[in-house]
């Protein structure tokens, strides 16, 4: 059983910069695909940015040249770092992984976060003006 823990969250002001983590553990690490998401209570999940089966990322164009995921497979973490941060930035954060990235790129894991199969607990985010 994989088990993911988010850290890195907290309260920022607008323009502001946050690094999230993501410690996994239980599982072959280097061998999952992983991706971040977040969520707006009352609002759907939305991904953020994620892997592909090719080691590329994808972020979501609403983070595009802001945030950047990466991977430290040594460490079993993945992160997001997160620049010039805006208000509408505000969301829990979750990190999420399933056995395998079956598709290039990533763009198909933001749109299908029913595609992972473990998810952390959340980390918060609030960013204000």
Not at 25 to 53: D, I, L, N, T
Request: glycine share 14%; hydrophobic share 30%; charged share 20%.
């Amino acid at each position: 059983q994989v088990r993911l823990v988010e850290s890195g969250g907290g309260s920022v002001q607008s323009g502001g910069s946050l690094r999230l983590s993501c410690a996994a553990s239980g599982g072959p690490y280097m061998r999952y695909c992983m991706g971040w998401f977040r969520q707006v209570s009352g609002k759907e999940r939305e991904g953020v940015a994620a892997f592909g089966s090719d080691g590329s990322t994808a972020h979501a164009d609403s983070v595009k040249g802001r945030f950047t995921i990466s991977r430290d497979n040594a460490r079993n973490t993945q992160y997001l770092q997160m620049n010039s941060l805006k208000p509408e930035d505000t969301a829990m954060y979750y990190c999420a992984a399933r056995p395998g990235c079956l598709y290039n790129g990533g763009g198909y894991y933001l749109r299908h976060p029913e595609e992972f199969t473990y998810w952390g607990q959340g980390t918060q985010v609030t960013v204000s003006s």
